[in-house]
């Protein structure tokens, strides 16, 4: 085959190619420490591979990982010193409150090799946590097992959720409800941006007990604490609190049609005449040719869950085979859409 005399610009091909390598410089360095050692003090490449890497380490790979970390805008670096640049100390920290650490430390350690396995997800439609690891049970059963991992995913999750739950609690108008319960709520950020934002809103964080302690240190740092209230409890076992509106934040694309259509009916179920269901996910353009960010996150749910990403359409044919009969979807511009499921008034 022969070049054309003018071929397309090589640019989105060549930058895909070199993108995993830089998600995995910014992995690396949060997993060795970089960010939270120069957080405490701006240190030269030596003190730094003695502090991260154990005295008789040599300083040079470290320095490639630096110097690439501040070449992505991540580090500053001034007569061979290294400091953290405000997108790190913002994001990469954790005594930031939005840190996503939690979530990149995930990421590199489950979400990055199960990736790597794409095409047998593929070729065969199933999650790759057996595959990679061996585990039998969800990925969340076995990643989460130890209460460090648990802890450092959640912060990186609230981290995201101080990112896009105001924006889901404002893309509709809520006023009207009086008691939201946040069903998976994990740390209770949308029930947090829920009751900061309508006063007349009382909310429950709805979660599993393993999960309700953090959720109770988040929310009694909130304004609004004194209306919001972590309760321990499995959304598919157990009763569900009492509500005009509950939410579901990320949790649908975690499950299969079967789980998703016995959550969504028990929710039903259990609201009142003019009760309504808010969920916060990305939503897919109707013919699917975008957004990229949600086509990611399917890809992401084939390779680490049962779920997948939706189109409104779909979720509207979901809810209303639930018993719900005015379903809304809206972008919201930030990192996941929101869904407004109104149940009949009669």
């Not at 896009?164 to 946040?182: E, K, T």
């Given at each position: 085959?022969?070049?054309?005399?003018?071929?397309?610009?090589?640019?989105?091909?060549?930058?895909?190619?070199?993108?995993?390598?830089?998600?995995?410089?910014?992995?690396?360095?949060?997993?060795?420490?970089?960010?939270?050692?120069?957080?405490?003090?701006?240190?030269?490449?030596?003190?730094?591979?003695?502090?991260?890497?154990?005295?008789?380490?040599?300083?040079?790979?470290?320095?490639?990982?630096?110097?690439?970390?501040?070449?992505?805008?991540?580090?500053?670096?001034?007569?061979?010193?290294?400091?953290?640049?405000?997108?790190?100390?913002?994001?990469?920290?954790?005594?930031?409150?939005?840190?996503?650490?939690?979530?990149?430390?995930?990421?590199?350690?489950?979400?990055?090799?199960?990736?790597?396995?794409?095409?047998?997800?593929?070729?065969?439609?199933?999650?790759?946590?057996?595959?990679?690891?061996?585990?039998?049970?969800?990925?969340?059963?076995?990643?989460?097992?130890?209460?460090?991992?648990?802890?450092?995913?959640?912060?990186?999750?609230?981290?995201?959720?101080?990112?896009?739950?105001?924006?889901?609690?404002?893309?509709?108008?809520?006023?009207?409800?009086?008691?939201?319960?946040?069903?998976?709520?994990?740390?209770?950020?949308?029930?947090?941006?829920?009751?900061?934002?309508?006063?007349?809103?009382?909310?429950?964080?709805?979660?599993?007990?393993?999960?309700?302690?953090?959720?109770?240190?988040?929310?009694?740092?909130?304004?609004?604490?004194?209306?919001?209230?972590?309760?321990?409890?499995?959304?598919?076992?157990?009763?569900?609190?009492?509500?005009?509106?509950?939410?579901?934040?990320?949790?649908?694309?975690?499950?299969?049609?079967?789980r998703i259509r016995l959550l969504l009916s028990k929710i039903s179920a259990a609201l009142p005449a003019g009760g309504a269901l808010l969920i916060?996910?990305?939503?897919?353009?109707?013919?699917?040719?975008?957004?990229?960010?949600?086509?990611?996150?399917?890809?992401?749910?084939?390779?680490?869950?049962e779920g997948r990403e939706r189109t409104p359409s779909e979720y509207r044919a979901l809810l209303r085979e639930a018993g719900f009969d005015s379903?809304?979807?809206?972008r919201t511009g930030a990192l996941v859409d929101a869904v407004l499921a109104r149940k009949a008034s009669q």
């Amino acid at each position: 085959m022969s070049v054309p005399d003018q071929a397309p610009d090589a640019a989105p091909v060549l930058e895909l190619i070199d993108a995993f390598r830089r998600s995995k410089t910014m992995f690396a360095a949060v997993s060795l420490g970089v960010f939270e050692a120069l957080d405490e003090s701006p240190a030269d490449c030596s003190s730094l591979a003695v502090r991260l890497l154990g005295d008789g380490a040599a300083p040079g790979p470290l320095e490639r990982l630096l110097d690439a970390c501040v070449g992505m805008g991540l580090l500053h670096k001034w007569d061979g010193v290294y400091a953290n640049q405000p997108v790190a100390e913002t994001y990469l920290c954790d005594r930031s409150p939005l840190s996503l650490t939690g979530y990149v430390l995930y990421s590199n350690e489950a979400l990055f090799p199960m990736w790597a396995h794409l095409e047998d997800a593929v070729r065969e439609g199933t999650h790759r946590w057996t595959q990679t690891f061996g585990w039998q049970g969800s990925l969340f059963e076995h990643f989460f097992k130890t209460d460090a991992r648990r802890r450092s995913f959640l912060r990186g999750m609230h981290g995201f959720g101080l990112l896009s739950s105001p924006a889901v609690v404002a893309a509709f108008d809520l006023s009207r409800f009086r008691r939201l319960a946040d069903l998976g709520g994990g740390t209770g950020h949308l029930a947090i941006a829920a009751c900061e934002r309508y006063p007349q809103l009382r909310a429950t964080v709805f979660d599993l007990p393993v999960v309700v302690g953090m959720a109770q240190d988040y929310v009694a740092a909130s304004a609004a604490h004194d209306r919001i209230e972590p309760i321990a409890g499995d959304f598919f076992r157990d009763d569900l609190p009492p509500a005009d509106l509950y939410a579901l934040g990320r949790i649908l694309h975690d499950w299969p049609e079967d789980r998703i259509r016995l959550l969504l009916s028990k929710i039903s179920a259990a609201l009142p005449a003019g009760g309504a269901l808010l969920i916060a996910e990305k939503l897919l353009d109707e013919d699917k040719s975008g957004p990229m960010p949600a086509h990611m996150q399917s890809l992401n749910m084939l390779v680490c869950t049962e779920g997948r990403e939706r189109t409104p359409s779909e979720y509207r044919a979901l809810l209303r085979e639930a018993g719900f009969d005015s379903v809304e979807g809206r972008r919201t511009g930030a990192l996941v859409d929101a869904v407004l499921a109104r149940k009949a008034s009669q």
